[in-house]
């Protein structure tokens, strides 16, 4: 244990909470809205702005949160206009983005890019210019949920109803997207792309059981959230092990533990 | 016919088109103040597409709707499902509509009967306690116009009656207009000022009792004539006993 004298390791565990703490309160909207698989195409398009940044000399984090944005605008307008289901354009869009951003990154031989460590993940490698972007992405995404708390709520409650209420239903839904699109940026570095949705989905479905109102959820969830992100690094650090892969296992624990405890009280 | 000066909100020469199909053609409606109107027709009428135009929801393909300035309107639709994953209890749900303290919350449930129900968990309700947190959070906007659509949805018949009967209460005591939707014309009728009777176009409009002898109704609920004379009794009873039964639920609930 002898490596938590390294600033490196402290630089990865702010990171680390800091993701986790908007990344959790976010995340109960995407189950609640049962938007886990939109989630993840937003996410696997992220390897998409990888490439971007890298043929354009970008740091990965703006890159990334272009791509995510890009592919969230096309998925909304796709799922209004388009004659299919939309777990079909989920689907399409998921794979077909991942898919060319690694066929782009082999095109681009200039570069050698560790795959691996986007995929799942390096949060030991988060040095000074990332560490500003995923500290300014943290900022910027609770202020702007916690101001589109109340509206969100309302339209995922029923859009409807939201929208003979005064909620701009429209523009409400296009932030929240725009939100998941800087999580997947910041929370790239932290668990990869591929696990991404797994730091949006599993705290809050740990918190589910524990809370009577939604803004108690969300608290619960960011608080489950960094429990696992710092178990996770404290396992990585002890067993050498991956350390977003290890938050991602040290996270669904904790979803388990839950499970057992509530059905304890209940 | 309203006059157009007075009318809360109307549609004129509205048509509505689903693919191929219209589902609206030419609809003329119009709410005056302080009335209780019912939509009335089959399933796939084109009901809750009319609402949705009035409420400004959807966008007609053809026609236009005015709506008097500051209109205020409270609206209960017609399906609202609550993720099971979503903790919320009644008063977090009314505060969704409309930014208040949990007295004034206290106060419109207690306007629907259910003031108990404050700090229960709205996947707990059953079917009427749910239309009527959906009616107090109508009420909290204060409106001027209450759009309800199939506002007895999931509730028994017994129940039905009496969600009408509150109806009619709450328009007396709020003096605010109803544009009700419904296909069952048995419960509504006697709640009811005017009606209109929709199947794609206008079939026809007017007092309850004019439109039920009305032969184009006639034909659309033929079927139902059997039933439809044991209603009218209900109807009747209704209005007899009206200022006493307004009391005895109030103490049931």
Known sequence: ?266 | MTNADEALVESRGVSVRLGERWVLEDVDAAVAPGEILTLIGPNGSGKTTLVRVLLGLQRPDRGRIRRRSGLRIGYVPQRVHVEPTLPLTVAGFLALGSRGERERAREALAEVGVARLLDARVQHLSGGEFQRMLLARALLREPDLLVLDEPAQGVDVGGQRELYRLIGRLRERRQCAVLLVSHDLHLVMAATDRVLCLNGHVCCRGAPAAVSADPEYRRLFGPLDREFAVYTHGHDHHHDVDGSVVSHTDQST
Request: net charge neutral.
């Open chain 1, 1 to 266: 244990m002898s490596a938590w004298g390294d600033a490196f390791v402290w630089r990865a565990l702010a990171a680390g909470v800091g993701v986790a703490l908007v990344a959790a309160p976010l995340g109960c909207f995407v189950v609640w809205r049962r938007m886990a698989y939109f989630g993840d195409t937003l996410s696997h398009a992220a390897l998409l702005g990888v490439a971007l940044g890298v043929v354009l000399h970008l740091n990965p984090v703006p890159a990334v949160l272009i791509a995510a944005l890009a592919t969230g605008a096309l998925l909304v307008a796709l799922q209004h206009h388009g004659e299919f289901a939309s777990d079909t354009i989920l689907g399409i869009l998921a794979h077909s983005t991942l898919a060319l951003g690694v066929v782009v990154l082999a095109l681009v031989e200039s570069v050698r890019v560790d795959l691996f460590s986007y995929l799942f993940g390096d949060i030991l490698a988060v040095f000074g210019t990332d560490l500003y972007w995923i500290a300014g992405g943290v900022v910027v995404g609770l202020a702007a949920l916690a101001f589109l708390w109340r509206p969100l709520l309302a339209v995922t409650v029923h859009a409807d109803l939201a929208r003979v209420e005064g909620v701009p239903v429209t523009a409400v839904r296009l932030a929240f997207v725009a939100l998941l699109a800087i999580v997947v940026a910041v929370a790239m570095r932290i668990v990869g792309i591929l696990l991404i949705t797994s730091l949006l989905i599993i705290p809050p479905a740990t918190a589910r059981h524990f809370a009577r109102t939604p803004v108690q959820m969300a608290v619960i969830a960011a608080a489950v959230a960094v429990l696992a992100v710092a178990a996770g690094l404290a396992a990585s650090l002890t067993w050498d092990t991956p350390a977003g892969p290890s938050m991602v296992v040290a996270s669904a624990l904790l979803f388990l533990l839950s499970l057992v405890v509530s059905r304890g009280r209940g």
